[in-house]
C-alpha cells in the first residue's frame, strides 16, 4: 500500500527554538496533505490543510504565523513549529491521499512526538 | 454540519469474545466512512473502509463495519477478539471534492481487551 513517512518521530527542543516536521508520501502524488495534532488519550484535530503551490488553509483557531506550512512539490509537506513553548508539546500527524485515485482512504505518517522544554 | 460521534469513549471485552465499536454519523449527502486503529505513539492504520459500493464492509483482522443510512451508523465488529486487537479506535468521515476533502475523526473509542 501507499506509505507516508514523516520525520522526525521524536524531538525535543527548547522553548523559544523552532522545528520542522517532514511529511513525504513516498509513492504517490499528493496536491494536499494535512497536518493533525493530538493531545494524550484524545482525537486529532485537523490543524490545516496543505496545498502544493499555494497557502495553506487553516483551521479556526490554529495560528498561521506559529504553525508554518509549506507544500512545495506533490510529495513533501513541512510543518514549522516557530518559537516553540511547552504547551506546544504534542503528537503531529500528516496525512495524505493519492490524487489520481478516487474515493482511497487517507495515509497516515507515524507521527511525530515534540517536547518542547 | 458534519460530525462523527463514537458512542463509547471506552469498551472492554475478554479474549475470544465479540467485538462491536459504534458510530455515528450526520451528513447531508453519503460520505465516504473508515475505520482506523492506532496503537500507542504510532500513526494511523487503516481497519477498513465504505464508499457506496457493499453496504458491509470487511477489513483486516478479521474486522468489518456495516453502512446503514437509515440508522446513519458505521459500526465495527469483530467476532473474536484477540489481545492484539487493545487500541484506540477511530470512525472517521470523509467529506468534500474526491481525494481534497476533509477527514472528520470521531472520539476515539480504546479498547481493551482482557485475558
Known amino acids: 500500500g501507499a506509505v507516508v513517512s514523516q520525520h522526525p518521530s521524536r524531538v525535543i527542543c527548547k522553548s523559544g527554538t523552532s522545528v520542522k516536521i517532514e511529511c513525504r508520501s513516498l509513492?504517490?502524488?499528493?496536491?494536499?496533505m494535512f497536518w493533525y495534532r493530538q493531545f494524550p488519550k484524545k482525537s486529532l484535530m485537523l490543524m490545516a490543510t496543505s496545498n502544493e503551490g499555494s497557502k495553506a488553509t487553516y483551521e479556526q483557531g490554529v495560528e498561521k504565523d506559529k504553525f508554518l506550512i509549506n507544500h512545495a512539490s506533490l510529495t513533501l509537506s513541512t510543518l514549522t513549529v516557530t518559537s516553540a513553548h511547552p504547551e506546544d508539546s504534542s503528537f503531529y500527524i500528516c496525512?495524505?491521499?493519492?490524487?489520481?485515485?478516487?474515493?482511497?482512504?487517507?495515509?497516515f505518517g507515524q507521527g511525530t512526538r515534540l517536547t518542547v522544554v | 454540519a458534519q460530525s462523527v460521534t463514537q458512542l463509547d469513549s471506552h469498551v472492554s471485552v475478554s479474549e475470544g469474545t465479540p467485538v462491536l465499536l459504534r458510530c455515528n454519523y450526520s451528513s447531508s449527502y453519503s460520505p465516504s466512512l473508515f475505520w482506523y486503529v492506532q496503537h500507542p505513539n504510532k500513526g494511523l492504520q487503516l481497519l477498513l473502509k465504505?464508499?457506496?459500493?457493499?453496504?458491509l464492509v470487511k477489513g483486516i483482522n478479521g474486522f468489518e463495519a456495516e453502512f446503514k443510512k437509515s440508522e446513519t451508523s458505521f459500526h465495527l465488529t469483530k467476532p473474536s477478539a484477540h489481545m492484539s486487537d487493545a487500541a484506540e479506535y477511530f470512525c472517521?468521515?470523509?467529506?468534500?471534492?474526491?481525494?481534497?476533502?476533509?477527514?472528520?475523526f470521531g472520539q476515539g473509542t480504546t479498547l481493551q481487551v482482557k485475558p
Open positions: 509513492d504517490f502524488q499528493a496536491t494536499t
Open positions: 465504505y464508499t457506496s459500493a457493499a453496504t
Open positions: 472517521v468521515v470523509s467529506y468534500g471534492s474526491g481525494n481534497t476533502g476533509k477527514l472528520i
Open positions: 496525512s495524505a491521499r493519492p490524487y489520481l485515485a478516487a474515493n482511497t482512504e487517507a495515509f
